[in-house]
Nanobody, 127 residues
Framework: QVQAVESGGGSVQSGGSLRLSCTAS????????IAWFRQSPGKEREGVSC????????YLADSVKGRFFISRDSAKAFVYLQMSSLKPEDSGRYYC????????????????????WGEGTLVTVSS
């Protein structure tokens, strides 16, 4: 099955940290821009972060700037989302997806052009 595979979610208290991992099943993670999204019940899926295939540029939503950091491993087998200073509003299911190209889309990060969605990993931040 061709899809992204997320891991690393869990339950933490406000102010805590988590590192999410994204790897690929059936496609080469390293040739695509990879994005992280999150969704909580009753809300639309929100773009959180994106990193280019060559790792030279990345995008962070305003709501997570200064707290989240996106990176790839040197083998380009994983994309990580390091989340710090977590807030209850960061809670939700986090998904990674591959963009149809090596560069993150310009402007706000939306689900348009995203493929190979994973099943997500759940993050719960308690106050």
């Amino acid at each position: 099955q061709v899809q992204a595979v997320e891991s690393g979610g869990g339950s933490v208290q406000s102010g805590g940290s988590l590192r999410l991992s994204c790897t690929a099943s059936g496609f080469a993670l390293g040739v695509y821009a990879i994005a992280w999204f999150r969704q909580s019940p009753g809300k639309e899926r929100e773009g959180v972060s994106c990193i280019n295939a060559d790792d030279d540029s990345s995008y962070l939503a305003d709501s997570v700037k200064g707290r989240f950091f996106i990176s790839r491993d040197s083998a380009k087998a994983f994309v990580y989302l390091q989340m710090s200073s977590l807030k209850p509003e960061d809670s939700g299911r986090y998904y990674c997806a591959a963009y149809r190209g090596p560069y993150c889309p310009s402007g706000a990060l939306t689900t348009y052009g995203m493929d190979y969605w994973g099943e997500g990993t759940l993050v719960t931040v308690s106050s």
